[in-house]
């Protein structure tokens, strides 16, 4: 480096070296924003032919009939899959999720306490389409034979719980390979945000004689309020977006079904499904409209999340930590 | 020049590596590739005619099974060299295909299979009795109208899961056309498609799907191309065709049928020998026709000519083993016309 | 300051002997929802380990796949190793660059509100599930051309970007201002103190990021179904036609009805996952050691 060399602001390299970098890496930060912009744009463009056929109705319409000549397409039925996976997989995963942060944060030994966020981490990074191909082969048979028949005969009054399916695909299968999924994210996140809790209020809680669930009960998850709804909103997310395994694993099957075991389709798994193979353009359309309603979807549970970790934030007069959600 | 930094020096390493890989990448496309996609139902002999067609021309062919209405779609948007369908285009699709031409180049027929413990394989079907099957009105296996078809058979009372294509598929076509024809009923329900709205049972994606879906479905049926059945060793019915005698779906069988429709339709060059009329005897009710898509002016017609007419010669011999029938000559010499229509 | 739940029956002395039994049921609730997390994992990779390892054989990664084989045939999945290969390492050589500049952008030139604007559409499209960016490459590239590896590359790059960016911004910020300043105050002028400067110190965090994004997206499916999946059996580095890749085989191997699909299937999952956590480990003790090093640099 040339430290004789003092900065003149005229220095025309000076100048347009800093002009040059400023204006490549603007480009990128606008190229990212053009490639949003675009897949935005390119997913209502490629959805207006049924915006137009069906409107707004499609979204809850009940019916997906591609023989050609009586052609009637709606997302209610795929609504209605996603939401019934997404929820139920949700409403297993999230306690299941807490429950493993609180053992990491209050009860596990020093010795798990490296390992086993490592490991709940890791099955985090197993790719979809194997969590599928174990559903498929593995999991399904053995829900089919062992767990379906016998929740049906426990608690088959239910509608919820109907005969076990034939093939081991189902919306059951589904739902369990989705929990598997949004566990370790829930996990990491609450985990992170009771370890942020500060130790005074425990020390505290426990000096007036309360027990560790107590404290728990009454400080940790109060405090960590916001960043656990935060935590199982993305879970949600993840698991609405899940295309591949579940495709893999719920059987296909068009209408609203109550029963967990029959098959069924979630949006995702429709457009995977289907998308290659749409014939008509009214088809392609309609699958292009799922992907709208999807993106919506998924968009809005971000945008949620981002917003209840604010509202937080603020409620605790501490700065957003964005690190642990990021 | 001031020296560089090592993290300019690594960047420009980088873009040089890409650049060398883009131009080295891009400059090995003189090895012929035809790429086609549609009906899983030609799919196994097409992957006969890989090896040869490399060895005989150096033409490599990629092919990638997503059903007929893929093909369909994928030969529209031009995504690819040619389409393969079992369902004959419709004229709304001839159109949006613009200026392509149908040319059948393969011949065989839609197996039933079933997975049933302890009993024999080909019992007795017919196409009245399925389509109640598919529509969920017949459920379990000891059903009369079953036992009625297969008098001396032990039926267990296993219930019947039925398992569909997902995906459009001119094999749902070419098995729903039977069922409109066998059953005025399922015709005015549900119709004949590449999909339908299917009112029981779960659907797989590909002949492969549901082959497997069947195979590991105790009590399933399912409908694929016979060589899928062969493959996986599934049993599969032997069909009641009008005559009233129950065909299998061997090339005795499938050339029975083809009986029904010598020549082709002289504009779109369809044929049909869906449950064909009493007088053909032999005939295995499920056969169809499958055709190659093919736009009339295309970048590769050289070699597209030169690829179609050695599929519809030399590439008929690798059919039988897979229980394709060669194609009858009449349907050859309009296909060869066909043919000479790529430019 | 927060609310708390603590109420008075629960410091009552009284009551110390049901509060006991319900703390210690919690207490086994919490290990038992550790453990099924722990045996979930273990299941799934035992189940592929266990049915993968023995059909692992050299002829997985030498020979090509024969479609509809009729009787056992000598076949692998070269094609889709050759492939994962070229569209991965693609994606990663159009992700890296372009994912430093904006974060280069973010933290030395935007304006506040350029830099929330540019953020929020980073986090739109971390959010956008896979399978609507798989529908937005086929609608930009597939239509009209044909798929290629150059489209399913793109598609793996857009799920690449938001991670390399945001890693990059995080180390980008640990720099100390102190070391820009003297920088500055040298003569050196403003783009030559980021690049050969400031970058070099966040070598460490932007190699982890890239490499955690490699292994998210090593074993992506969905970007790649429509934009390159009609591919050949023949072992191709050629990015002009489609290239088949090891998510996309294990797919299709999946949905097959032969035992011996299923094994090859079983055996790709495995080297997927050793990939994967291979890469992650990687990451994450580069990770460590970057920390090390800053902590230990001042």
């Given amino acids: ?326 | ?343 | 300051m927060s609310s708390h739940g603590i109420t008075r029956a629960d410091v009552q002395a009284v009551n110390l002997p049901r509060r006991r039994i319900v703390n210690s049921a919690m207490e086994l609730l919490a290990w038992l929802a550790a453990a099924i997390a722990v045996a979930a994992l273990f299941v799934v990779v035992w189940s592929v380990v266990k049915r993968g390892a023995p059909a692992l054989n050299l002829d997985l990664l030498t020979k090509t796949p024969v479609q509809f084989a009729l009787g056992p045939v000598k076949q692998g999945l070269a094609n889709a190793f050759a492939g994962s290969l070229v569209l991965v390492g693609l994606a990663t050589l159009m992700t890296v660059p372009v994912g430093i500049l904006i974060a280069v952008y973010l933290t030395e030139y935007a304006a506040p509100s350029v830099r929330s604007a540019v953020s929020l559409a980073l986090d739109i499209l971390n959010g956008v599930p896979a399978i609507v960016i798989a529908i937005f490459v086929y609608g930009l590239f597939v239509v009209g051309r044909g798929q290629s590896g150059w489209a399913g590359s793109f598609a793996l790059a857009c799920l690449m970007l938001p991670l390399v960016t945001r890693s990059t911004m995080e180390v980008l910020l640990l720099v100390p201002g102190s070391l820009r300043e003297a920088s500055l105050g040298l003569g050196v002028p403003r783009w030559r103190t980021t690049l050969s400067i400031v970058l070099p110190q966040t070598l460490g965090g932007i190699v982890t990021g890239t490499v955690l994004a490699v292994a998210r997206v090593a074993g992506e499916t969905a970007p790649l179904l429509f934009t390159s999946s009609i591919v050949g059996t023949r072992v191709s580095w050629s990015p002009s036609h489609a290239l088949q890749s090891i998510p996309v085989a294990i797919y299709e191997l999946s949905e097959s009805p032969d035992p011996a699909d299923h094994a090859r299937a079983w055996a790709a999952a495995t080297v997927l996952l050793a990939f994967i956590l291979c890469t992650s480990l990687a990451a994450r003790w580069l990770a460590s050691r970057g920390r090390r090093r800053l902590s230990t640099s001042r």
């Fill in chain 2, 1 to 343: 020049m001031p020296k560089l930094g090592t993290v300019m020096r690594t960047t420009l390493v980088a873009a040089i590596a890409a650049l060398a890989t883009a131009t080295a990448a891009t400059a090995r496309t003189h090895d012929t590739t035809l790429t086609g996609a549609g009906s899983t139902f030609v799919a196994p002999l097409l992957a006969q005619w890989i090896q040869p067609l490399g060895s005989a021309y150096g033409y490599s062919l990629q092919y990638s099974a997503i059903g007929s209405g893929g093909g369909i779609a994928a030969v529209t948007g031009r995504t690819v060299d040619f389409g393969a369908s079992d369902a004959p285009l419709t004229p709304d699709q001839f159109a949006a295909c613009k200026g392509c031409v149908q040319i059948p180049w393969a011949l065989s027929a839609t197996a039933i299979i079933y997975n049933l413990d302890g009993v024999k394989n080909l019992l007795h079907m017919n196409g009245a009795t399925l389509a109640k099957i598919f529509a969920g009105q017949i459920t379990k296996w000891n059903d009369p109208a079953i036992k009625k078809l297969n008098k001396g058979v032990d039926l267990p009372g296993q219930q019947i899961a039925t398992v569909h294509r997902s995906d459009n598929s001119g094999t749902t076509y070419n098995f729903t056309d039977f069922l409109s024809s066998a059953s005025p009923a399922w015709k005015s329900k549900y119709g004949k498609g590449v999909s339908v709205n299917w009112p029981v049972g779960t659907g797989q994606r590909g002949s492969s799907g549901v082959a497997a879906g069947v195979s590991q479905t105790p009590g399933g049926i399912g409908y694929v191309d016979v060589a899928y059945a062969l493959k996986n060793h599934l049993k599969y019915f032997a069909m009641q065709n009008r005559s009233g005698k129950f065909a299998t779906p061997g090339l005795k069988g499938i050339l029975g049928a083809a009986a029904a429709q010598v020549k082709p339709d002289p504009t779109t060059n369809e044929l049909s020998i869906v449950d064909p009329p009493t007088k053909f005897k032999l005939a295995y009710p499920v056969s169809t026709f499958t055709y190659v898509i093919v736009p009339t002016s295309s970048p590769k017609a050289a070699e597209l000519r030169k690829f179609l007419f050695w599929a519809v010669t030399r590439g008929q011999s690798y059919g039988p083993k897979l229980l394709f029938q060669p194609i009858p000559k009449s349907v050859l010499v309009v296909a060869e016309k066909t043919i000479a229509k790529i430019k």
């Fill in chain 1, 1 to 326: 480096m040339q430290a004789a060399e003092s900065p003149r602001l005229s220095d025309r390299r000076f100048r347009a070296g800093d002009a040059a970098l400023q204006l490549v890496a603007g480009a990128a930060a606008l190229a990212a924003c053009v490639v949003v912009g675009l897949i935005v744009w390119k997913v209502i463009a490629g959805s207006l032919p049924s915006i137009r056929a069906y409107g707004v109705h499609f979204v809850w319409r009940v019916a997906w009939n591609p023989v050609l000549g009586h052609e009637v397409y709606g997302a209610g039925s795929f609504l209605f899959g996603t939401a019934v996976t997404s929820l139920v997989a949700l409403l297993l995963a999230a306690p299941l999720a807490i429950g493993v942060a609180l053992f990491l944060t209050e009860l596990a030994p020093r010795f798990l306490r490296g390992p086993v966020p490592a490991l709940v981490e890791t099955l985090a990074a197993i790719p979809s389409v194997v969590i599928g191909l174990w559903g498929i082969l593995v999991l399904g048979p053995v829900l089919r034979d062992h767990v379906e028949p016998a929740l049906h005969s426990a608690l088959g009054f239910i509608p919820l719980f109907g005969p076990a399916s034939s093939s081991g695909s189902s919306v059951f299968t589904a739902i369990v390979v989705l929990t598997i999924m949004i566990l370790p994210i829930v996990s990491s996140i609450s985990r992170e945000l009771f370890l942020g809790v500060p130790r005074e209020l425990r020390e505290g809680a426990l000096a007036l004689g309360t027990t560790r669930w107590e404290m728990v009960r009454g400080v940790v998850l109060p405090y960590a309020r916001s960043g656990i709804a935060a935590a199982m909103i993305l879970g949600l997310g993840r698991a609405i977006g899940e295309a591949i395994a579940v495709s893999q694993v719920i059987g296909s099957v068009v209408g609203i079904h109550w029963s967990l075991f029959s098959g069924g389709d979630t949006l995702g798994s429709k457009i995977a499904e289907s998308y290659q193979g749409g014939t008509t353009k009214l088809q392609v359309a309609s699958l292009i409209y799922l992907g709208l309603i999807l993106l919506v979807f998924s968009l809005l549970m971000n945008v949620a999340a981002q917003w209840i970790v604010r509202r937080g934030a603020r409620r605790q007069g501490v700065g957003t930590n964005r690190g642990a959600l990021g």
